[in-house]
């Protein structure tokens, strides 16, 4: 009853509340105390297909990478405790490269983020890509491809309320383009002299 809006704090579908299980968690297994109605079998669909385009094309990592805490510092732009803590990520390692899920569960407010990697390595310049979209992040409209020192610094995300993104960080092949109107600039704000980022 809860699930189907039964009580008002209730913030999310059916459909959401199941999907977000399956992919944080274990997965998750439906009680019902009653022949089920036509509108939990859509909404268990639905939710399923989510799980399996996520699991198609990021699969490999979540069932097979190493599960790492370190990778990233999500920092949220306005510096508002309340809204930080509705920022949840999890970091897979995988043959070199690295899936970072990044999550707004705030139901209330879209949010601005930094997303900083302190730990990458220094060697290397990578490639960042929306691994559901095909799209691929930039640090400037010159640039294709992120050096550590850039990464250190910082990528700039917008997250809508419940909001999602899903960043595959690889090393970058010599002389990667990526496809025209592929990709997403990540600017970086300028603050007026004598201000801080």
Known sequence: NSMFGGRPDMAVSAAQCLYDIGINMDGHWLWVE???APELYQTWEIANRRMAA???RVGEFLFHGEEDIRLVTPVEWSGNPALERKIIHRTFHLRGEHL???NNVSTDRPVTLRIRFPHLGDEADWIVRD???DLVYVPDADASVWTSRHLHAGLQLSLV???EVWLKVSPASDNFRPERGSTVLSATIKTMPGHGE
Do not use: I, N
Request: proline fraction near 7%.
């Open 34 to 36: 009653q022949d089920p």
């Open 161 to 163: 309320e419940r909001g």
């Open 100 to 102: 970072v899920h990044v």
């Open 131 to 133: 691994a559901m979209e």
């Open 54 to 56: 996520v699991e198609r």
